[in-house]
């Protein structure tokens, strides 16, 4: 542990969702997966940064970063799972998935990105915003 910061994390967030890339660089998410894994750096802040990311509303650098937060659910365990899975977080991602936030390929993928979430984690105590907001979502019609 050390080797790594939140500058160092953000400085590979940043050419991992590169609007000069075609497609997501595996190499660079599992650099970031990495550095969370080894708690180099907050789920929080780690989380952060990805947010402002998908904040951006330039397609690609939001469709890469949504793979960079699909990438890291999935591989840096409950130390950040549990931050995504947080209310106010799982609420940003129902808004973005609101017509009026994205295009459609965007609020589509955030859609899957909550579903996955909801059906992997279904039971999970720790994760029951990612159900509650998925169900909000179904009887909101997203």
């Known amino acids: 542990m050390g080797f790594f910061g939140f500058s160092d994390f953000e400085r590979i967030l ?16 599992t650099e970031l997966c990495d550095i969370l894994r080894q708690r180099e750096v907050k789920a929080g802040q ?29 591989n840096c365990g409950p130390y950040f799972a549990r931050e995504v899975a947080s209310e106010s977080f799982m609420q940003q991602m129902r808004e973005w998935a609101l017509p009026s936030s994205f295009s459609e390929q965007i609020s589509y993928r955030l859609l899957e990105l909550t579903q996955n979430w909801a059906v992997g984690f279904k039971g999970d105590a720790n994760y029951q915003n990612m159900f509650d907001t998925y169900n909000q979502m179904r009887m909101e019609g997203m």
């Open 14 to 29: 940043d050419r991992a969702t590169s609007d000069e890339l075609l497609e997501p660089d595996l190499s660079l998410n």
């Open 46 to 74: 780690a989380l952060n940064a990805i947010k402002r990311k998908i904040s951006q509303r330039k397609p690609m650098i939001t469709l890469l970063a949504l793979n960079v937060l699909e990438m890291c659910v999935s």
